[in-house]
């Protein structure tokens, strides 16, 4: 079946602009993540949303970062006035709910803001 | 959440076993230890997880020290193409946080 997509695939900002990433979560689950991942750095996790659930946006580095998932259903992670330090690949997971479920992880979008 | 250790790279040959260690000294009750893989330019992927008992798919095998305190992924014959980072991490069921943590990890080289 269809896993986790994300677009775009890549991304080239200048400072200062918005930009939205997309991701398209596998079809039935329920818990989506957002999570960022500097070049020759480890994974960091941005945002959770878990059903109807408030999100946990203990991860959002700043107030420029917000997200939004419509029901059980795609998610828009936007990132306001982006700056040099946001390039980063942007990977968004989905899983089947509860917390300790298999997480799928799509290909990412990388972005280079200059 | 739990922390775990893991080396920073190690190497091997194709077609040999290859054992890769994780140290979780202060794992609790509760922690499922998960293994994830990440191939170059791609997203992670889920390899194995486990309890406390020894667990084997059709990608590895994950063998828990009987105190929790270790585990070590199997893969029994190393191929190129297993050739990317290995996370173990700890993963608590009924958390009330639903992301992995995922540290350093391991960076696997697979020599032809």
């Not at chain 1, 089947?96 to 990388?110: D, E, I, K, V």
């Not at chain 2, 077609?15 to 992670?44: F, K």
């Amino acid at each position: 079946g269809a896993g986790v997509s994300q677009s775009p695939s890549n991304k080239v900002t200048e400072k200062g602009k918005d930009v939205e990433l997309r991701c398209d979560p596998i079809s039935g689950h329920t818990a989506l993540y957002w999570y960022r991942q500097r070049l020759g750095q480890g994974l960091e996790f941005l945002i959770y949303f878990q059903g109807n659930s408030a999100p946990d946006k203990s991860g959002l580095p700043s107030d420029r970062f917000s997200a939004e998932r419509t029901g059980e259903s795609v998610s828009t992670l936007t990132i306001q006035r982006t700056q040099q330090e946001d390039s980063a690949v942007y990977l968004c997971a989905s899983s089947a709910g509860t917390t300790w479920q298999t997480q799928y992880f799509g290909p990412g979008t990388r972005l280079l803001v200059l | 959440d739990a922390k775990t250790t893991q080396p920073n790279s190690m190497e091997s040959n194709e077609e040999e076993p290859v054992h890769l260690p994780c140290n979780h000294s202060t794992i609790s009750g509760t922690d499922y230890i998960h293994w994830y893989r990440q191939l170059p330019s791609q997203g992670p992927e889920y390899v194995i997880h486990g309890l406390t008992s020894n667990v084997n798919n059709r990608m590895a095998s994950l063998a828990i020290a009987e105190d929790r305190k270790s585990s070590t992924l199997i893969l029994h014959r190393a191929t190129l193409r297993d050739a990317a980072v290995y996370y173990c991490i700890l993963s608590r069921y009924g958390g009330s946080q639903g992301n992995l943590i995922f540290g350093k990890g391991t960076k696997l080289s697979v020599k032809p």
